[in-house]
């Protein structure tokens, strides 16, 4: 037995391999692909620097204290020495120039220097030819094909672009998934044998079925002009130094990407400057005033005189346009429009929040953490006027009177709340207590007549509720 399984151990064995895989050993083949570099996006401006102030106005405070390090007190103690000595003024040398239109009832901004310290120092006003910031002049650079940053009103259109073929590419799935369901049953019938009423039956026999009508829908999203591919050029595809590059060779020295014909920075700049900016900054009433009376940085014109109007002529004015049409100067009462809104405009400036007009949500106000380029509105503000004194009660036709101003439906309220809900928004209802006819007439600055506005404005009160729409599916505790 031994002697058999030595023979069987010293018997030829043979061993069978795989072949290796086939090499290409051509040099293109050797060199690893790189992939095809795109081009680098644009660095966005600094926010937080650009827009650091809240409020156009120059502040200097005093160096943080370290407790541990002397020359830290030395150091404060040295700036307030320095700012007693010589004090610099917090307020522009020439204060910013604007002009009423009564067409309007607007307060129009034409220097550009103070539409941009207007804007980008708290986010005062709208540019005229822009949904919000001025930005016309670069949209029209980047229209005429010069040097310009993008704009606010352009990353609008590309996500809107974007979000319009997200929706064509879903219905085009949609469309796909119903037809390939309608072919399975199809198909199962043809095997089964069965003569059941299947989907394409069942919907097949009513005119306009859920199937056909969502095909109809989706037909004018997922139809496509047809591309003529001989009207496009030829291309070429090279490799250089392990970069793919890819090239047209039958363009002119004028369409190449670095050819001289490129024009740079240094022939665009001329026909840059040469643009004229046609935009103007709009300001409210409300900002305006507050501006002018509460900053103090900026000067509002006559549009007949060109000069400028007082703090008094300007209360007066504003107070008259808040009605159409315009009322005279006897029949003002504490109920302005204008003082009701700009009340709450004060309030809210006052406590930190950049405040906007909200007309695009149904509401006056809109409540800015920070402002509109650093995120949403956090709060929509609806002003109502409340009458709680008891002359408004003194006489029944005063009563009715007051009652329809202050009284709101149900349904408004309803629907106000439903489109603050849809747009992620608190609903903040703010109540001004308007104070009687005779505060108006105790708050006069001496025997001039001139009405004390800072006085004036302390007779009003201001209540703040905020409202939350209940959903009865996740608010059941």
Same mark, same amino acid.
Not at 257 to 282: D, F, G, K, M, V
């Given at each position: 037995m031994q002697e058999l399984w030595a023979q069987r151990d010293t018997r030829p064995t043979t061993t069978y391999t795989r072949p290796p895989p086939a090499?290409?050993?051509?040099?293109?083949?050797?060199?690893?692909?790189?992939?095809?570099?795109?081009?680098?996006?644009?660095?966005?401006?600094?926010?937080?620097?650009?827009?650091?102030?809240?409020?156009?106005?120059?502040?200097?405070p005093l160096p943080p204290l370290i407790p541990h390090n002397a020359f830290s007190v030395l150091h404060i103690a040295f700036t307030y020495i320095y700012h007693h000595i010589a004090r610099?003024?917090?307020?522009?040398?020439?204060?910013?120039?604007?002009?009423?239109?009564?067409?309007?009832?607007?307060?129009?901004?034409?220097?550009?220097?103070?539409?941009?310290?207007?804007?980008?120092?708290?986010?005062?006003?709208?540019?005229?030819?822009?949904?919000?910031e001025p930005t016309w002049l670069d949209r029209e650079k980047r229209r005429r094909g010069l040097l310009a940053n993008e704009?606010?009103?352009?990353?609008?259109?590309?996500?809107?672009?974007?979000?319009?073929?997200?929706?064509?590419?879903?219905?085009?799935k949609e469309r796909e998934a119903i037809e390939e369901k309608l072919k399975e049953e199809e198909q199962s019938k043809q095997n089964s044998g069965i003569a059941t009423r299947t989907a394409r039956a069942r919907y097949e026999g009513i005119d306009g079925g859920p199937v056909e009508s969502l095909a109809k829908s989706i037909e004018p999203l997922i139809a496509e002009e047809p591309t003529n591919?001989?009207?496009?050029?030829?291309?070429?595809i090279t490799k250089q130094n392990g970069v793919i590059e890819e090239k047209n060779p039958t363009a002119t020295?004028?369409?190449?990407?670095?050819?001289?014909?490129?024009?740079?920075?240094?022939?665009?700049?001329?026909?840059?400057?040469?643009?004229?900016?046609?935009?103007?900054?709009?300001?409210t009433p409300s900002e305006a005033f507050?501006?002018?009376?509460?900053?103090?940085?900026?000067?509002?014109?006559?549009?007949?005189?060109?000069?400028?109007? #007082?703090?008094?002529? *300007?209360?007066? =004015?504003? /107070?008259?346009? %808040?009605?159409?049409?315009?009322?005279?100067?006897?029949t003002l009462s504490p109920d302005d429009p204008f003082l009701v809104d700009y009340i709450t405009y004060h309030h809210f400036r006052s406590l930190g929040w950049v405040v906007r007009p909200g007309i695009k949500f149904a509401v006056d106000w809109l409540l800015y953490l920070r402002g509109p380029v650093f995120s949403h509105a956090e709060f929509a503000v609806t002003v109502i006027p409340a009458y709680r004194h008891p002359y408004w009660r003194?006489?029944?036709?005063?009563?009715?009177?007051?009652?329809?101003?202050?009284?709101? #439906?149900?349904?408004? *309220?309803?629907? =106000?709340? /439903?489109?603050? %809900?849809?747009v992620r928004k608190s609903l903040v209802l703010v109540y001004v207590e308007v104070p009687?006819?005779?505060?108006?007439?105790?708050?006069?600055?001496?025997?001039?007549?001139?009405?004390?506005?800072?006085?004036?404005?302390?007779?009003?009160?201001?209540?703040?509720?905020?409202?939350?729409?209940?959903?009865?599916?996740?608010?059941?505790?």
């Open positions: 090499v290409m050993t051509t040099p293109e083949a050797t060199k690893p692909l790189s992939p095809i570099k795109e081009p680098p996006r644009p660095s966005k401006p600094n926010f937080a620097r650009l827009y650091a102030k809240p409020f156009p106005l120059n502040t200097y610099a003024s917090s307020h522009p040398k020439i204060p910013y120039q604007a002009y009423f239109s009564p067409e309007t009832r607007s307060i129009h901004v034409t220097d550009q220097v103070a539409i941009r310290a207007l804007w980008e120092s708290g986010f005062f006003g709208k540019g005229s030819l822009s949904r919000s704009t606010s009103e352009e990353v609008t259109r590309q996500r809107r672009e974007e979000r319009k073929k997200f929706k064509k590419e879903r219905a085009r591919f001989s009207d496009l050029p030829p291309m070429v020295p004028s369409q190449l990407p670095n050819s001289a014909a490129t024009p740079t920075q240094w022939t665009l700049e001329p026909e840059a400057a040469a643009i004229t900016n046609q935009e103007q900054l709009h300001l507050f501006l002018a009376y509460g900053l103090g940085v900026l000067q509002i014109l006559d549009p007949k005189t060109h000069h400028p109007l #007082t703090i008094s002529a *300007l209360f007066t =004015l504003f /107070r008259q346009t %808040s009605y159409f049409p315009p009322r005279q100067f006897p003194s006489s029944e036709a005063l009563k009715q009177e007051t009652l329809k101003k202050e009284r709101k #439906t149900w349904w408004w *309220l309803h629907c =106000l709340n /439903r489109v603050q %809900s849809q009687p006819p005779s505060a108006l007439a105790t708050c006069h600055a001496g025997d001039t007549g001139v009405v004390d506005i800072g006085r004036f404005f302390k007779t009003y009160k201001v209540r703040e509720l905020t409202l939350k729409r209940w959903i009865p599916n996740r608010e059941r505790d």
